[in-house]
């Protein structure tokens, strides 16, 4: 009774009610973050559809919108006015996040307000930590990214997700978070993120493409999972309440990894290049985007991601 003919797997496959009985994984809007891009009204522009950056009249029009569909958390990121040495616009009371974040927060109270917490956005040079000698400096860049942190808590994030790889970020961010009392904000670590080439869409959209050199000498190897391992593990140690492997679609197995070796919740970042690949085959008709986006986020969810930050949570209400 275990084989062909009485087994027949088709039988569960022949109508839609059937194989929504037998379904193994599910998407729900509840999972689901939407990234959004701030910017002085002076550099607004319009990219991929998803990724265009508002301003913070803009964004509370576009937040609006997406709460009224049933979207429940956003992340943000911003565009400053002006980039420095020391990526002051990152961590400045009225930076461009944090002036967003003030006028979110009081109009959407139950919507999850998350903010990237990095400094590429901000740095003349484009790169995620302060340079010494032409070099990232892990230690001296801790400090920047813990005021970041503390100064999006005290705008009004609900949590902060740090994605600019330095050794020890979570811990110091930790402290100083514990420091002003805000002990009960939790920190999404970005920590498997890789130097990958599927961010191109977001530089663009973020204006956050490094001026020289590239971002391998902080972001991991694509070739690694062991090493992706070992990151999620110490950011678990260090403190992090959930941890985001990145991207997504080329990296189900070391999300599976991280699902079988850690008990925190996961996050996947479907990236920008992963969504504009889509985007792209569909505006030239090779493929039926509402097809493979909720295909592509099936398979994330499946590898074992608990949440997923992709553009096209924006889509999902009507989709689902
Ligand atoms: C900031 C940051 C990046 C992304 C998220 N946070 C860009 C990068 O590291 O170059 C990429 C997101 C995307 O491609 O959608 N460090």
């Known amino acids: 009774m275990s084989s062909f003919p009485d087994v027949r797997l ?3 496959r022949r109508t839609g009610a059937l194989r929504g009985l037998v379904r193994e994984t599910r998407l729900d809007l509840e999972a689901f973050v939407m990234p959004l891009f701030v910017a002085p009204d002076s ?4 990219a991929l559809p998803g990724m265009s950056r508002h301003s913070v009249d803009g964004v509370v029009r576009e937040v609006e919108e997406l709460v009224r569909s049933g979207v429940q958390a956003v992340m943000l990121f911003g565009v400053p006015e002006e ?7 990152a961590w ?3 930076g461009i996040v944090q002036l967003a974040l003030r006028a979110l927060r009081p109009r959407f109270p139950e919507l999850v ?13 484009g790169h995620c930590g302060v340079l010494v000698d032409g070099e990232v400096h892990n230690d001296q860049s801790l400090e920047l990214l813990a005021r970041t942190a503390v100064s999006h808590v005290e705008a009004g994030a609900d949590a902060v997700a740090p ?6 970020r979570v811990h110091a961010i930790r402290e100083a978070l514990d420091e002003q009392s805000f002990e009960s904000t939790p920190i999404l670590a970005y920590s498997a993120k890789y130097a990958s080439a599927f961010y191109g869409p977001f530089r663009e959209a973020a204006d ?6 590239d971002r391998r000498g902080y972001q991991m190897d694509p070739a690694n999972v062991r090493e992706a391992l070992r990151e999620c593990e110490l950011d678990v140690e260090e403190g992090a309440d959930a941890i985001m492997i990145k991207p997504a679609l080329p990296y189900l197995d070391v999300i599976r990894a991280a699902r079988e070796s850690f008990d925190v919740p996961i996050a996947a970042y479907n990236v920008s290049g992963e969504y504009a690949m889509i985007k792209a085959a569909a505006a030239a008709g090779w493929m039926d985007e509402r097809q493979a986006a909720l295909e592509s986020l099936v398979a994330i969810k499946r590898a074992g991601a608990d949440l ?13």
């Open 308 to 320: 997923i930050v992709s553009y096209w949570t924006k889509d999902l209400p009507q989709w689902l």
């Open 163 to 168: 994605s600019d790889m330095m050794d020890g």
């Open 10 to 12: 088709r039988r569960f």
């Open 208 to 213: 956050s493409t490094p001026s020289f050199g």
């Open 113 to 125: 307000l998350m903010t990237d917490v990095c400094l590429c956005e901000y740095t003349s040079h």
């Open 43 to 46: 550099l607004r522009n319009e």
């Open 92 to 94: 400045e009371d009225d």
């Open 83 to 89: 980039k420095d040495e020391q990526a002051t616009g």
